[in-house]
């Protein structure tokens, strides 16, 4: 309303100059354009009036409007301005604005653009001439519009190409073109890089269509605006495959308006040949679940140091607390009593041991928790080491790149991310050496690999794809890989549509990315991405993962017990024989014995 008032203030500050005007013909025409100008803000707001050109009528009439106007007299800026959205652009003339600098260009390709034309020139040819620049919000007056009050507006997809709009009526000057695109065709081709876009073909058309959460959103796009996607299969390498680097360098060269693919932006200077970003997600490994320790590992895992050193002083204490009550006194102690005690080792064997007869409370106290520890440490064993021969432990996972140095597995890596790393100054992959990275020339090769789960190698995957895999894996016996959070390529990888650079209806399509995604259909596409690639054939039913490792237990898992058992066997049965012919009294009882015999 405050507007509004300015207005009329303005309009009745005109109506008292009126008499000081030379000429009648050009106050007649400030008025009108002045009223014109009034339609256009209510229509939509502006803040800036853009003035190229000569003098001319929009120079005093800016005069008169309480906005900011800046005047290009030389009919470009040569430099990068930074216009808002608001500025309305008013033309001295046809081909007065020749705005050079190309990114004041892309700012000002969506404003508004007002053009007083000489009466000879033909409205449709300047609409063409506007087209051909891209520029599509174009309305023309004609030096007589205080006359007619006609504005031509240009209309894009409409024949005649212009309309007439008159100054009072209830059209609109300007309307958004790009809203209704009357079936035009969108330049597109897709990488058919499953799950964002997947190729189905209706079974009574036989018509191609593609679907997957790329896919999708373009797909609605162009019902959204009435417009067709037009694949560019021509671009297609022979085979049919398209690499989706080679998307994003074509839609950056113009041969496409909008990629059916999504591209990192890690590199990019600047958004010009890219959207809003459509997706965020972290890039990481998806690395082959380490390996279950081996049986034969397990019985030295459950022998732990610092427990079997506890266990140790505590016999001791018992060795020593028994051999003082049973004899009153320190006189026998001696190292062999202590660690060679009977009752002692019977007792923490979990062997049954002789109770004294005879004994003193406090020894039968003693008894008593030697039988209670007894089964504290067998029990403690026993249950750790069933549980650990039920479903032996994994070994460490990998968190750093040097733990990837240090494991048997390869990293497969396409050439794009490596040229993406080395000519970074990322220093990640600096402590992989060069021998354990795999190159793959070919994406879909690599592809392939990756999708057959081989588990001689570390893939780099981004958390989306890795879901997919993710579901894969559940259907299998066991899981195999696991998704790298603590070391990755890129935590913050974002994801943007590639863009012709001078694509009219990227606002259009900017604010469609975001009301899609605000709707929860980005979300819903990508938890959808598995069972779409499953009903499409694009993910065997295949398990991966070998069920056949058995979970019994072999002779040669007892490897090391049969071994320490025969080695102590060993050792006790040296010890008996040294110990018979050590002893001299044994042969001369044997003598004595033979002597005997022999007198008999
Ligand atoms: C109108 O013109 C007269 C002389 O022609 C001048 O003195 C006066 O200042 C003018 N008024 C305005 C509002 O420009
Ligand atoms: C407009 O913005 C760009 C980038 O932000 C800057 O380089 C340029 O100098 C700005 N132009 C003007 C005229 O301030
Ligand atoms: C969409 O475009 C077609 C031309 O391809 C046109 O016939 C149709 O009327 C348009 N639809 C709407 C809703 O404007
Ligand atoms: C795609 O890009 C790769 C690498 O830049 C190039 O070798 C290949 O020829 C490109 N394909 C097409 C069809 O341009
Ligand atoms: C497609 O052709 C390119 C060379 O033109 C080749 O490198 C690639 O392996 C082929 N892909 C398939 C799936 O045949």
């Not at 853009?50 to 040569?78: A, I, K, M, Q, W």
């Not at 990481?284 to 022998?303: N, Q, S, T």
Request: include cysteine; charged fraction near 20%; proline fraction near 4%.
């Amino acid at each position: 309303m405050a507007w509004l008032l300015v207005f009329l203030l303005c309009l009745g500050q005109i109506g008292a100059q009126f008499p000081n005007i030379s000429a009648p013909s050009e106050h007649r025409l400030q008025k009108s354009l002045l009223q014109l100008f009034l339609k256009l803000r209510q229509e939509k707001f502006y803040d800036i009036l853009l003035v190229y050109g000569e003098d001319c009528v929009f120079h005093s009439l800016s005069r008169l409007l309480p906005v900011s106007t800046v005047l290009v007299t030389s009919g470009s800026t040569n430099f990068e301005w930074n216009f808002s959205s608001l500025s309305l652009i008013l033309s001295c003339g046809f081909q007065a604005e020749m705005e050079e600098n190309y990114r004041t260009l892309i700012k000002l390709q969506t404003n508004r653009r007002i053009i007083i034309l000489q009466e000879d020139i033909q409205p449709e040819n300047v609409c063409d001439f506007y087209s051909k620049k891209e520029q599509y919000n174009i309305a023309m007056v004609k030096e007589n519009f205080d006359q007619h009050e006609v504005v031509y507006s240009c209309r894009f997809f409409q024949d005649p190409n212009y309309e007439e709009v008159t100054l009072f009526g209830e059209k609109p000057i300007f309307i958004e073109q790009f809203r209704n695109m009357q079936g035009a065709p969108i330049r597109t081709i897709t990488d058919n890089l499953a799950p964002r876009s997947m190729v189905t073909q209706d079974p009574k058309t036989g018509e191609k269509k593609w679907i997957g959460f790329v896919a999708n959103l373009l797909n609605n796009f162009g019902e959204k605006v009435n417009a067709t996607m037009a694949m560019q299969v021509e671009l297609a390498e022979v085979n049919g495959t398209v690499f989706f680097v080679n998307i994003s360098k074509w839609t950056a060269n113009d041969l496409l308006d909008i990629g059916m693919s999504i591209d990192t932006t890690w590199e990019m200077a600047n958004f010009d040949t890219f959207t809003y970003p459509y997706l965020m997600c972290s890039y990481c490994f998806m690395v082959p679940l380490p390996d279950k320790v081996p049986y034969w590992d397990v019985f030295g895992m459950i022998i732990d140091i610092p427990v079997l050193a506890v266990l140790f002083v505590i016999f001791c204490i018992f060795s020593l607390l028994l051999i003082y009550i049973q004899q009153k006194s320190w006189r026998n102690l001696s190292l062999y009593s202590v660690l060679m005690n009977d009752m002692c080792l019977r007792g923490f064997l979990g062997q049954p041991f002789p109770f004294p007869r005879q004994s003193s409370k406090k020894l039968k106290l003693i008894c008593l928790l030697l039988c209670f520890a007894s089964l504290m440490v067998t029990t403690m064993y026993e249950a750790y080491l069933k549980s650990f021969l039920y479903s032996p432990p994994p070994e460490p996972m990998m968190h750093t790149f040097s733990d990837l140095e240090k494991s048997r597995y390869k990293l497969a890596m396409n050439w794009v991310e490596m040229e993406m790393l080395r000519f970074k100054d990322t220093h990640k992959l600096q402590k992989v050496s060069d021998d354990q990275i795999q190159m793959f020339e070919d994406y879909y090769q690599f592809v392939r690999l990756r999708e057959s789960f081989d588990r001689n190698f570390i893939f780099p995957v981004n958390s989306i794809r890795w879901g997919t895999y993710n579901e894969q894996q559940k259907l299998f016996d066991h899981p195999i890989f696991y998704y790298s959070d603590d070391f990755c390529l890129s935590r913050y990888s974002i994801l943007s549509f590639p863009i012709r650079r001078h694509l009219p209806y990227r606002d259009i399509f900017e604010e469609h990315i975001l009301r899609q995604k605000e709707f929860g259909l980005l979300n819903h596409w990508i938890d959808h991405s598995f069972l779409d690639m499953l009903s499409l054939g694009l993910t065997p039913y295949t398990d991966f993962s070998d069920p056949e490792d058995g979970w019994a237990i072999d002779v040669d898992d007892l490897y090391w017990v049969w071994g320490l058992y025969g080695l102590a066997l060993g050792i006790s049965c040296v010890c008996f024989a040294l110990e018979i012919m050590g002893s001299i009294s044994f042969w001369s009882r044997l003598k004595t014995y033979r002597w005997r015999r022999a007198t008999n």
